[in-house]
């Protein structure tokens, strides 16, 4: 049987799925539970939202990556379109490609303030979600809506599950989550099919897949990479093999670019038995775990054989998914969403994972879930500072609505049909859509990802995300019997926490450390300069204050697990 440090019944997916599943691209909207979820929507739209000029509000977010269209279209056929027409509003977006949170720092001592503001705060590292709750300036959504939406669906099916925890993390309940997942949501929109059931239970983004095709072109079997030197070992198979794309050399492993440092370091950690609890339950910065500095020796081992080239380390998304989609890629490790792998228009069907990679250490790969209702990823608030307060609340109700979540998905009859269970049939002309013109499951902000699995049946096909393919790969380490799961709620730590304890420069000048010295590890010219600077950037963080930041989140982690009835222990050392 599996092991599993916990026996929580399962709540929710984790949403360290950091970018769009296919659920939620199914239902890209938000969401919003609604008493008739298996009836068509209704256009429920006033006359008056219809006939006048849409107003034009201004969005902004710090998610760089997330890429809806930048210039609203007034065409019926887009999603754009359909928003104005029946909520009477426009957005002007604003997404800064780098320091987002930055600028919504200064937008906030400067009173300019956008009319909805998205923040996904990864980590709780910039703390901008606890800022805008504390400036005073972002509605507290239950005021916002009995005041100018007072028949809003929000008031009546907003899950209580994750309203509860969002009060408990803000003090208030103030935005609206993507890609939400709980008890309370499945009691309205109830997976279609066991297929759900286990991706909600399993899947992660976060972890390694492999070319299949060429595997077989260099004679290597799946199954040997299951350890971390079958892995080198056909890596070094591959390299020398000298195979090539379109004359191209093939990539024998890619990591996630820049992101490396927290997607790639946190997946091979993981599978190398790292964790944050050590073998007496205490909490411990990652860095300290032995699985991550052997993840650091495996990638530096890696760039000294040439299997890495260090100008990955500088790479942004869109060119690791460029380097996916030429097909020259043998293996990645990192987020799997940041790739486009899984797209129908990329067809590339051949992608599998030898999750979990056993480290050389012996010791047993972990995996921490969040089966306890979470608050989300992306959250959207709304400005006090705005000029059009009861359009903005309807627009969010429509977003959020069951009505909202059908269109998320297009043009009914064009875009998708609908079957007599109502469920979602995406449509030859579907599949084409460009959701950066269209708007058709762009908005990320309002995934929900239960209602996804709802309205969707089980996949049949290999492409798309959350298709046969992209489900094998993101749940292979979780399903493995290899693999000992654990529900890592009691780690959670709400914003604001390390700030109220005074050590928030601390912390973010350690995190800038850590991640400049993790480069210089991983580059290093061998193994014992590695260990050597490793060793040296422990102590130094040590010295900055990271042990004093641990005491707090031990002090923070014990409650929370007392509270949840969750015990904490490390798995390894």
Not at 334 to 349: I, S
Not at 407 to 420: A, C, P, Q, V
Not at 427 to 441: V, Y
Request: hydrophobic share 35%.
């Amino acid at each position: 049987m599996k092991k599993s440090v916990s026996s929580t019944v399962l709540s929710t997916a984790s949403i360290l799925v950091l970018v769009v599943s296919a659920l939620s691209l199914a239902g890209c909207g938000s969401k919003t539970p609604t008493p008739n979820a298996t009836q068509a929507p209704q256009n429920t739209a006033k006359a008056a939202g219809e006939t006048a000029e849409p107003v034009t509000l201004n969005w902004f977010s710090d998610v760089s990556f997330w890429n809806p269209p930048m210039t609203w279209s007034s065409d019926p056929n887009t999603f754009m379109g359909v928003i104005s027409k029946k909520t009477g509003v426009k957005f002007a977006m604003n997404i800064p490609p780098q320091d987002g949170d930055t600028k919504l720092s200064l937008m906030l001592v400067s009173g300019d303030i956008p009319d909805v503001i998205t923040v996904a705060d990864p980590g709780n590292t910039t703390n901008i979600i606890s800022k805008l709750v504390k400036s005073g300036k972002v509605w507290s959504l239950d005021e916002l809506i009995k005041k100018y939406d007072p028949n809003s669906h929000l008031l009546k099916d907003f899950p209580n599950d994750i309203k509860n925890e969002l009060i408990k993390r803000d003090g208030g309940w103030y935005a609206i989550p993507s890609h939400i997942s709980s008890d309370d949501l499945r009691k309205t929109y109830p997976p279609s099919s066991q297929y759900y059931i286990d991706r909600t239970k399993y899947q992660y983004n976060d972890t390694i897949m492999v070319n299949s095709k060429m595997l077989e072109q260099a004679g290597i079997d799946i199954n040997s990479l299951g350890t971390e030197q079958g892995l080198l070992d056909a890596l070094k198979k591959i390299k020398e093999s000298n195979l090539k794309v379109d004359g191209a050399d093939v990539i024998p492993l890619l990591l996630d670019g820049k992101n490396y440092w927290d997607t790639t370091m946190r997946s091979i950690t993981s599978q190398f038995g790292g964790m944050n609890v050590d073998e007496k339950g205490n909490y411990r910065d990652l860095i300290y775990s032995s699985g991550y500095k052997h993840a650091l020796e495996f990638i530096n081992k890696s760039v000294n054989a040439g299997f890495i080239d260090p100008s990955e380390f500088t790479m942004d998304t869109n060119a690791t998914a460029a380097a996916i989609v030429s097909g020259r890629v043998f293996a990645f490790w990192g987020n799997t969403a940041n790739t486009h792998y899984a797209d129908d228009k990329t067809n590339q069907p051949f992608w599998k994972s030898p999750a979990p990679v056993l480290s050389s250490t012996g010791a047993k790969p972990v995996m921490g879930m969040h089966y306890r209702p979470t608050v989300g990823w992306m959250q959207t608030f709304i400005s006090k500072t705005t000029k059009e307060p009861e359009k903005a609340i309807k627009w969010l109700s429509y977003m959020t609505s069951n009505e909202g979540l059908y269109d998320s998905n297009g043009i009914e009859g064009t875009n998708y049909t609908l079957d007599k269970n109502k469920m979602i049939h995406i449509t030859e002309e579907g599949a084409k859509n460009d959701s950066t013109k269209t708007g058709i499951w762009a908005y990320w902000a309002f995934a929900n990802t239960d209602w996804g699995n709802h309205v969707n049946e089980a996949p049949t096909k290999q492409l798309g995300t959350g298709g046969l393919m992209d489900t094998a790969v993101t749940t292979a380490f979780a399903r493995s019997e290899k693999t000992t799961i654990f529900e890592r709620s009691p780690l959670d730590v709400p914003p604001g926490f390390i700030q109220s304890k005074g050590l928030g420069n601390q912390e973010t000048e350690i995190k800038n450390f850590v991640q400049a010295e993790v480069a210089k590890i991983i580059t290093a010219k061998d193994l014992s300069e590695a260990d050597t600077l490793y060793n040296n950037m422990v102590k130094k963080a040590t010295s900055m204050g990271l042990d004093k930041i641990d005491a707090a989140k031990d002090e923070l982690m014990k409650k929370q697990s007392k509270e949840m009835g969750i015990p904490m222990k490390g798995i390894n050392e």
